[in-house]
C-alpha cells in the first residue's frame, strides 16, 4: 500500500513541478538537444504519468479476482506462475486492456512534458504540441482538421477494444 502512495503522489503534483527537474537534469547532464534522448526524455517523464494509473487499475483487476480461483488451481496442481499465467492473467484481461487504453490516450495527448523536456523542433515535436503551435499562430482551420485527425486513433482503439470490454468479468470462473 506504501508503493501505491508514493505512486500517487506524483500524480497529485502540478505536470511543471515534475517537468521542469526533468529537463533541467537532462540539460546538466548535455543530453537534452541530442535525438535519441529527446524520445527517452519524453517517454521517462510519461512514465510518472502513466504508471500509477496502471498500475492502480490492473491491481484493482487482480484483487477483485477471487482467491478461490488461485486455491482452486494450487489444488489441482499448477504451481503459481502456472496459475496467473494460464488463469488469473486471462481472467484480468479486461482490466490490462483497460489500463492499456487510459495509458494510451494519456500518453497521447500529453502536451506539458513534450513542450518542456523535449526541444522545439518540428522533427521532434509530439501532435498536440504541433497542434498547439497552429492554434498559437492563428490558423483555425489547420488546428480544427489536426484536431479532428488527433481524435481519431482514440476513437478507433476505443472501439477495436471495446468487444474486450462487453462480456461476462467472471466467465468460465469457479462453478459449483
Request: net charge positive; proline share 6%.
Amino acid at each position: 500500500n506504501k508503493i501505491i502512495v508514493l505512486l500517487f503522489l506524483v500524480n497529485m503534483m502540478p505536470g511543471l513541478v515534475i517537468a521542469i527537474p526533468i529537463a533541467a537534469d537532462f540539460l546538466r547532464l548535455g543530453i537534452q538537444n541530442t535525438s535519441p534522448f529527446v524520445v527517452f526524455s519524453v517517454a521517462f517523464a510519461q512514465e510518472l504519468v502513466v504508471l500509477p494509473l496502471t498500475v492502480f487499475v490492473i491491481l484493482g483487476g487482480f484483487r477483485s479476482l477471487p482467491k478461490d480461483l488461485e486455491n482452486q488451481a494450487r489444488v489441482d496442481g499448477a504451481n503459481f506462475r502456472t496459475a496467473f499465467g494460464r488463469l488469473l492473467l486471462p481472467m484480468n484481461k479486461i482490466a490490462i486492456f483497460v489500463a492499456f487504453l487510459l495509458a494510451w490516450m494519456t500518453s497521447w495527448d500529453e502536451f506539458t512534458y513534450a513542450v518542456i523536456v523535449a526541444p522545439i523542433a518540428p522533427s521532434y515535436t509530439t501532435f498536440p504540441v504541433t497542434l498547439q503551435n497552429y492554434v498559437s499562430r492563428g490558423y483555425p482551420l489547420i488546428s480544427a482538421t489536426f484536431a479532428l485527425v488527433a481524435s481519431i486513433p482514440v476513437i478507433i482503439l476505443a472501439v477495436v477494444l471495446m468487444k474486450y470490454l462487453k462480456g461476462g468479468y467472471l466467465s468460465g470462473g469457479l462453478v459449483g
